[in-house]
């Protein structure tokens, strides 16, 4: 498989984290360039969760010079999704089982196999770098008692599917899904890809929990609007929510 144009490679043996490498790299950057660490010894989820990282499984960080509002640069963990579904497509041969899981989730047959985590690295009238964290269970998968109650049951690739995946081979596939996307979405804004990412939604017109730290909405997931929120349609009407954790 062939390694996208303009984007750097740099794989490294052991990391605290590839989002706080990228972090210490971004400045000397002269391009966007993925990072990937085969291990990682301090590794964190959303809303600084940890993030179990057992050998054989990926964890890689793009590191991005975007030039949009901070709103728009947010999008992309919408493009990184696609990204993610196409790369598994590529190195297993098969879409069945894959959903998207909003925000930022991959499922493959209902269970979590993939994580997304969007990091601004400085501020320049803007977001000077974007890090765009990537988990993915390849090998294996965290123990129940590694998430949080109520949460997904975390799956492996190799468990699921039975095709056994390097982190290099998923690196190569997810760059090169990567560009592709990013590619669409610079050129023609978010409006395919959201259209792409609903047609891959998991739980799309059922009944879903979306949780913040203070409130909980419980409604029919009926869309993502233009501005990537998660749009709600319960008793008291519809609710735009920016960000939350699902449940369902």
């Known amino acids: ?36 660490a085969l291990r990682q010894n301090a590794a964190r989820g959303r809303r600084g969760r940890p993030w179990a990282n057992p050998a054989g499984n990926f964890s890689g960080t793009l590191v991005l010079m975007p030039t949009e509002p901070p709103a728009v640069v947010a999008l992309r963990s919408f493009v ?33 196999v993939a994580g997304i985590l969007l990091e601004s690295l400085g501020q320049r009238a803007g977001v000077a770098h974007l890090a765009i964290g990537i988990g993915i269970n390849l090998a294996e998968a965290p123990g129940a008692g590694e998430v949080e109650p109520g949460a997904l049951r975390p799956v492996s690739l190799l468990s699921e599917v039975g095709v056994r995946v390097t982190p290099e081979e998923m690196l190569d596939a997810l760059a090169t899904a990567y560009a592709a996307h990013e590619a669409r979405f610079v050129t023609y804004g978010f409006a395919p890809i959201r259209e792409a990412w609903l047609a891959r939604a998991a739980r799309l017109g059922e009944v879903i929990t979306a949780r913040t730290g203070t409130a909980e909405t419980t409604g029919t997931f009926e869309t993502v609007d233009a501005a990537g929120n998660l749009v709600l349609k319960t008793p008291g009407g519809r609710q735009a929510i920016a960000a939350a954790d699902v449940f369902f």
């Open 80 to 112: 990184a999704s696609l990204a993610l579904f196409d790369a598994f497509v590529a190195v297993t041969g098969r879409a069945a089982g894959l959903s998207l899981k909003w925000p930022n989730d991959v499922l493959l047959n209902g269970g979590k």
């Open 1 to 36: 498989m062939s390694w996208p144009a303009g984007y750097g490679r740099r794989v490294l043996a052991e990391v605290d984290s590839t989002n706080a490498e990228a972090a210490r790299l971004a400045g000397s950057l002269a391009g966007p360039e993925w990072i990937l």
